[in-house]
């Protein structure tokens, strides 16, 4: 029976209404060339039953493992209460919060996660989300245009800028009067050279990562203050989770960055197979209106009761229509909301305690990995499963090299990934162990005598320590 409410006698009406013969009628201006027609190679139909059986025996033969793929997808712990309060049915099938008076709570939930976004990189504005950060980037690039307001545009790109984000923006702005020049990085220290921003052509932006695609932390004062001093914009390409320790990028050198972009992964989203993930938007307050996608704003109604809507409507697309800022007329509302719920229930002090977790986990898991193919580790990376490994040839390509180093954990480095992988098992069932009550804990270690324990010596705990303040204080 198909799940269709009308009859063939409705359809039938309906047709000669609006003077066409068949439902095919409808859809003639595709041409033949691009219709399928039958799907070829589809199985025989299968009972529910039998479907039910197929996906559980699937479903057991995927295993589950500590995840060290990195480069832009981290496996952080997520709260329980996150995607349980997340997925009620009042957010997890939410529609568009255009009538504000029937969508409170999800414009409520909106202008939290701008709060906390605007807290957390120092800026002004945010906007209510866009897809995923290689977008939110291209559209930062195009905002920085807008602003500038020149017939042609020229945005000085790093190489250790993500490779995806860098074709992500090479083919949204294939279509704009706008020059890409990628930036050389320094061979041996892994940042973008300062030195090449000032001698650079006259160009209208600068995009700044921090941490980069390596796992290095930029000059970002230096960078900001040179791309200022050229007249130009300074884009911040930023990890939420790094901002928690890190200097905020809106006190980037003397003025601070001027647009903030990135992806929300790291903010109570699962992997989930590569996505989806959601990207943020913020900006300096002078340049709201070249901003794309929502904005939710505080207001109060006639009886003076604070409420929330959607404000600067004119730049979106269901109003401007061609001439609108972007064609971004949606943001990610699910995955915001998990993210607000995830910052609330963590706050600062926990994404600090996670951020300085992540960098010390990271470099337990890549010592062995370092040793075993004996490259020189540079031990100030900030935070999150990605560290720089020097290549062992001087005339190994960079590109390659960067992407075995962040990828955290993919590469076969004298069997050192293995034993990384469990080696952070291990610290993982030590933190379980001592969650447990003291006495099932000492129950546990007399039947497991010889089971292997991993400590945290007090020297390299001061030595993480001293490297996450070494960082901030040169940021």
């Known amino acids: 029976m198909p799940f269709i409410p009308h009859t063939e006698e409705e359809i039938r009406a309906m047709l000669e209404a609006i003077g066409v013969s068949s439902i095919g009628e409808l859809f003639d201006e595709i041409p033949p060339t691009l219709r399928c ?35 832009g997808a981290y496996e952080h712990h997520i709260p329980a209460a996150v995607w349980q309060i997340a997925t009620r049915g009042e957010f997890y099938s939410a529609y568009t919060p255009y009538q504000a008076e029937a969508s409170q709570g999800t414009l409520q939930v909106i202008y939290e996660f701008q709060s906390m976004i605007t807290a957390l990189l120092g800026t002004e504005v945010a906007n209510a989300s866009l897809y995923d950060g290689a977008s939110a980037l291209a559209e ?15 945005v000085l790109v790093p190489r250790s800028v993500h490779p995806a984000y860098r074709k992500t923006l090479a083919t949204i702005l294939a279509t704009h009067p706008i020059e890409i020049e990628e930036l050389p990085f320094g061979h041996g220290s892994g940042r973008t050279l300062v030195e090449a921003v000032e001698r650079a052509e006259p160009f209208t932006a600068l995009v700044v ?9 930029e000059e970002s004062d230096r960078l900001t203050d040179a791309a200022h001093a050229r007249g130009a914009l300074v884009i911040a390409l930023v990890n939420p989770l790094a901002m928690a320790i890190l200097k905020p990028p ?48 505080r207001t109060v109604d006639l009886e003076g009761r604070p409420g929330f809507t959607l404000t600067l409507q004119a730049r979106e697309q269901h109003i401007r229509r061609a001439k609108a800022n ?13 993210s607000t719920i995830h910052m609330a229930l963590l706050g600062p002090e926990g994404l600090a305690r996670a951020a300085r977790r992540s960098c010390h986990n990271a470099r337990l898991a890549v010592r062995p990995a370092a040793d075993a193919a004996r490259r020189e580790q540079d031990l100030r990376c900030a935070l999150l499963p990605r560290v720089r490994a020097r290549p062992a040839a001087a005339g190994e390509r960079a590109d390659r090299g960067a992407g075995a180093a962040a990828g955290g954990g993919r590469g076969r480095a004298g069997g050192g990934v293995p034993r990384a992988r469990r080696r952070a098992a291990r610290l993982r069932d030590r933190d379980q162990e001592r969650a447990r009550p003291r006495s099932a804990a000492r129950a546990a270690r007399r039947g497991a005598l010889n089971a292997p324990r991993v400590g945290l010596a007090p ?17």
């Open 37 to 71: 027609g039958e799907l070829a190679g589809l199985p025989p139909g299968m009972s529910e039953a039998a479907v039910a059986r197929l996906m559980r025996e699937r479903a057991e033969a995927d295993r589950i493992e500590l995840n060290f793929a990195g480069a």
């Open 459 to 475: 020297r390299r705990a001061r030595e993480t320590r001293a490297a996450i303040d070494s960082s901030r204080a040169r940021d």
């Open 209 to 217: 990562p921090q941490p980069n695609f390596f796992g290095v932390l």
């Open 326 to 338: 972007s064609n971004i007329c949606t943001n990610q509302g699910l995955l915001v909301t998990a």
């Open 250 to 297: 809106g006190r980037w050198g003397a003025r601070g960055a001027d647009i903030v972009c990135g992806d929300g992964q790291p903010l109570g989203c699962p992997l989930s197979s590569g996505g989806p993930y959601y990207g943020f938007l913020s900006c300096r307050k002078e340049l709201v209106r070249q901003m794309p996608g929502r904005i939710v704003g």
């Open 140 to 154: 930062a690039v195009l905002m920085a245009e807008r602003a500038h307001r020149q017939p042609r545009g020229r």
